[in-house]
């Protein structure tokens, strides 16, 4: 069946995720005192803002044993989705590294790597235009891409060495543990619900069904990342997102190969090709390729990715298949020939940037890292704000309780005044100009690089991902045939990501079934998992019933961006990733 004579534009919008945000996400007021945990600080989300937020809280409360004691047995407790801290992390990734340096200022470059989440620092960069699948043409570094210095890391490893850091230093990690309600009494957040365990796929109690908990705080941190489920409920609630810029994302692709020379520069490159360069595909993406240097086993690794943004047209755009076809490239073969693929992973990112971020305060809780928008997507940095944001949010907390107090509004003004505002704020009309496309919004993005933000004036709009209409287009006419060699489908790329979502788990992915085959398609290409099908016998025009399968998802977040909704899994399903 070709579904390139689909019959016209359909818009996700039009076919909302069944979803009544207050009614499932809040909850109004605690359970009884007995039957609820007590805490300090909750932290939603181990990943690097979350955690920093709990390693910088438990420097401070190593220093004040009074208000330690007055924060109850678990001074700060962080709840994560995953299996372990770490699991469900992924990023490309080179940081900055300063905000690490100072949150663990004993901790010398040359340790991080024999901890393991880092690999070798940038000493060499080329970046290049791909016109063609065969050509190349370097050009000069523009400055979002200037990394000389920065540090080639992975998320994921890094994750896990924070988390023993808080562990060692007093902080109660629920892995397995999903929030899945916001508590909000008297106006004011007070805590948060962890989600059922053992219902079965129609939510019926199985054997080994254990309920959630009430977590009462004293203050709450929101730190799930990219679309974080809670921050939307809070967002909702709080009207956080008045007046700013509606949030957009991106999706991107990862693996890590195994690779026979060791790549001596960090390579990025800037299109057009592999996507479209006409402005109807609404195609905007980027590639990289980073070494690492494994320092404790020796191995010369390779990370390696695509990024897409979800403002784009055409319904056949895969990020999955795009970066296979990337590394048909001969500048990408030439580094991966004779190695072996030992990671695959994906990731949504929140695209944009400073007139998206949310109010960042509400009484009782704040939001830190992804959750918040504070990402630079020009040049693909969220990891250094993230940790900013956490250690920011951690100091605010920590005066507030201090006070007595229960607003950390203190929290956004740090946040305004301190590197990642000054960053954020610079970069803040940088990408919206490329929603005309490659050719018309290049100038303009390379204008406000260049005047560092002052051109062009005022605030440039974003618009919604899902209000973009959609059409079956031929971008999928590109993608190579997988050989599991090199080039690689879905699901064996699913596979290696250690999922371990139960068969009969309930179905944690909120889309309409019954939808216009545009949207029907995009979903299908988009989601990097291979979640949704559409029947064989599906009509070609016309709406089509999709069907989800919701046990490979790797909870990538994209879905929220295209019409759907992520919701939080069973704690422990999804991905197990080590290295991404
Ligand atoms: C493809 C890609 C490439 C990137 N490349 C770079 C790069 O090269 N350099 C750079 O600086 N930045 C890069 N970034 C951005 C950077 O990775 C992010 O800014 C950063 O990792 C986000 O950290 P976080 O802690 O805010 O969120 P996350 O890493 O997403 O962590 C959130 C955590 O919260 C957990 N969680 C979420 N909801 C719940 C819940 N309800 N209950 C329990 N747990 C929950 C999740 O499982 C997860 O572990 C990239 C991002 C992507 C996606
Ligand atoms: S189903 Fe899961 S993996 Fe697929 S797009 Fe949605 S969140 Fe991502």
């Avoid at 109004?28 to 910088?56: F, K, M, P, Q």
């Avoid at 970046?127 to 990394?147: A, C, D, E, G, Q």
């Avoid at 909000?184 to 019926?204: A, L, N, P, Q």
């Avoid at 079956?472 to 879905?490: A, E, L, S």
Wanted: proline share 7%; charged share 25%; hydrophobic share 35%.
């Amino acid at each position: 069946m070709s579904a390139s004579n689909g019959n016209g534009k359909a818009v996700p919008a039009a076919y909302p995720p069944p979803v009544d945000s207050p009614k499932e996400f809040v909850k109004r007021g605690l359970d009884a005192e007995d039957e609820l945990i007590e805490v300090g600080v909750a932290i939603v989300g181990g990943g690097t803002a979350g955690l920093a937020c709990a390693n910088r809280l438990l420097q401070l409360l190593a220093d004040d044993p009074a208000l330690m004691e007055r924060l109850g047995e678990v001074p700060v407790a962080v709840l994560e989705k995953a299996k372990t801290c770490g699991g469900h992390n992924l990023s490309g990734a080179v940081m900055r590294p300063g905000p690490l340096q100072e949150l663990f200022p004993d901790l010398s470059r040359e340790e991080w790597r024999k901890e393991g989440f880092a690999f070798g620092e940038v000493e060499k960069e080329a970046v290049y235009l791909t016109p063609t699948s065969k050509i190349k043409v370097r050009i000069p570094t523009p400055p979002p891409f200037k990394n000389h210095g920065n540090e080639v890391i992975s998320v994921s490893a890094l994750a896990r060495y924070q988390q023993r850091m808080a562990e060692e230093a007093g902080a109660y990690i629920l892995t397995e543990t999903s929030a899945t309600q916001v508590i909000v009494e008297d106006g004011r957040v007070v805590g948060v619900r962890s989600g059922d365990k053992g219902r079965g796929k129609d939510g019926e109690p199985l054997g080994n069904f254990e309920p959630g908990t009430d977590i009462k705080a004293k203050a709450t941190v929101f730190a799930e990342g990219c679309w974080g489920h809670l921050t939307g409920a809070a967002i909702r609630e709080f009207d956080l997102a008045d007046g700013r810029e509606p949030q957009v994302w991106e999706l991107g692709v990862k693996e890590v190969w195994k690779v026979p020379r060791p790549l001596d520069r960090l390579i990025h490159t800037v299109g057009p090709w592999p996507v479209k360069i006409s402005a109807r595909y609404g195609q905007v993406g980027g590639t990289w390729i980073y070494p690492m240097k494994d320092e404790r086993t020796g191995d010369d690794l390779v990370s390696i990715g695509f990024v897409v943004g979800l403002e784009y047209a055409d319904a056949t755009t895969s990020p999955h298949d795009l970066l296979q076809l990337f590394k048909l490239h001969p500048l990408v073969r030439k580094i991966l020939e004779g190695g072996e693929r030992v990671a695959w992973g994906a990731k949504a990112l929140p695209g944009g940037g400073y007139w998206s971020m949310p109010k960042l305060s509400m009484p009782g809780a704040v939001i830190v890292g992804d959750a918040g928008g504070m990402v630079d997507t020009a040049a693909l940095k969220g990891v250094h704000h993230c940790i900013a944001s956490g250690k920011l949010a951690a100091e605010a907390i920590y005066r507030g309780l201090k006070n007595g107090e229960s607003s950390f509004e203190s929290y956004e003004y740090a946040i305004e005044d301190s590197d990642t505002g000054k960053e954020l704020y610079q970069v803040r009309n940088t990408r919206q100009p490329f929603q005309k496309g490659f050719l018309k919004g290049g100038p303009l993005v390379n204008l406000a690089i260049a005047s560092r933000g002052k051109l062009p004036p005022g605030r440039l709009k974003w618009h919604r991902n899902d209000e973009m209409p959609m059409f079956v287009g031929n971008t999928k006419d590109r993608y190579p045939r997988p050989d599991g060699r090199y080039t690689f489908d879905k699901l064996s790329s699913v596979f290696i990501t250690g999922n371990a979502t139960r068969d009969d788990a309930p179905n944690h992915i909120r889309v309409q079934k019954h939808v216009p085959r545009e949207v029907a398609e995009t979903w299908k290409w988009m989601c990097p998992a291979g979640v949704y099908e559409i029947p064989e016998d599906a009509p070609e025009t016309g709406p089509v019933d999709v069907i989800v399968n919701y046990t490979n998802c790797v909870q990538c977040g994209a879905i929220t961006a295209k019409g759907g909704r992520l919701t939080t899994p069973e704690g422990g399903d999804g991905p197990l990733y080590q290295i991404t």
